[in-house]
């Protein structure tokens, strides 16, 4: 049985070659994806989630648009990393596939109440706000949940938004703490692993002598990569969203400790930092499963395989 996914997004090109994955991979069942606002606002990042859909040859995925702006800030982008419109690095056609009606939050609940319990896994790869509203407005569905596979936070690796705090916490810290003491299972990508899933030349050139999905991936990479190269001075573009797909594909390829994890709201400086209880000093129980090594060898070479089968199938 193929594992039920909804993926809650704000691409983002990393995003992109996340979802990418998910839809090449015969193991997983995407849903549908919800849109959320991030990188770009949500105009931007629910027109670049059907672009996407469009570019994977799956016109029938449902697309939702969901919350334009954190539950209790104002919102903050990163046209800085991602271009103006969240995909730079490819222009692609205006997608023909249409939003899906209704709100991407009233999707979750409804979805989330119809199937049975524990066989919907939720993917968050942008801010938590749809899937903290979801939660608020139907406590219901939180144990209905199988698990949440996120990419967010940080420890070792601290921040990169602010010295203490990743984007997409930092974006909507108060839906993230909503989310962290739900109850539901949570797994969490932070930057502590996808710093280690930096892309190298020659796999993004492989991606390039693929077809239009793999010169699609090597030219948002190329993209992306610029600006860490320019802030970190690192060869490679950390590709931090597939890192989740990746975990439902091969979980073997990652490590990590089941621990506490907190998330800052009040701090003056550390607004959005994930408070890791990494060496358990705390006493506070456990609540996700925090990742820190990948074997990137085998993240890539993942990668490679389905990011190609979906070219050779649609491409
Ligand atoms: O900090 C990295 C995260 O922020 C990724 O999800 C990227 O797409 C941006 O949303
Ligand atoms: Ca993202």
Request: a negative charge; hydrophobic letters at 45%.
């Amino acid at each position: 049985m193929a594992r039920k996914i909804i993926i809650d997004t704000d691409p983002g090109q990393d995003d992109a070659v996340a979802i990418l994955l998910a839809l090449a991979s015969p193991e997983i069942e995407v849903l549908a994806l919800t849109a959320v606002a991030g990188n770009v606002p949500l105009h931007h990042t629910e027109r670049n989630a059907r672009v996407i859909c469009e570019l994977a040859g799956r016109p029938d995925l449902p697309v939702y648009a969901g919350c334009d702006a954190p539950l209790a800030r104002p919102l903050v982008t990163a046209e800085h990393v991602h271009g103006k419109t969240g995909l730079d690095g490819v222009t692609l056609p205006e997608p023909g596939i249409a939003l899906s009606p209704g709100h991407a939050v009233d999707f979750l609940i409804e979805t989330l109440r119809r199937e049975q319990p524990g066989t919907i896994t939720l993917v968050p790869i942008g801010p938590l706000t749809n899937i903290a509203t979801a939660f608020q407005r139907a406590p219901d569905i939180v144990p209905r949940v199988q698990e949440i596979v996120l990419m967010g936070g940080a420890y070792f690796e601290v921040g990169n938004v602010t010295p203490t705090a990743e984007f997409n916490i930092y974006v909507d810290p108060e839906a993230a703490r909503i989310v962290f003491a739900s109850g539901a299972p949570i797994t969490v990508m932070p930057l502590d692993v996808t710093h280690r899933a930096l892309t190298s030349r020659p796999w993004v050139e492989g991606m390039r002598a693929m077809g239009r999905i793999g010169q699609a991936v090597a030219s948002w990479t190329d993209f992306f990569e610029r600006y860490d190269r320019e802030k970190y001075g690192s060869e490679g573009a950390p590709l931090h969203d597939p890192c989740t797909i990746a975990w439902l594909l091969k979980p073997q390829l990652f490590s990590g400790r089941y621990i506490n994890v907190e998330i800052e709201t009040r701090g003056e400086y550390t607004l959005g930092m994930t408070v890791a209880d990494w060496w358990r000093v705390s006493g506070r129980d456990p609540n996700a499963t925090f990742i820190r090594e990948v074997d990137a060898e085998g993240f890539f070479a993942l990668l490679t395989e389905r990011i190609g089968d979906l070219d050779r199938r649609v491409g």
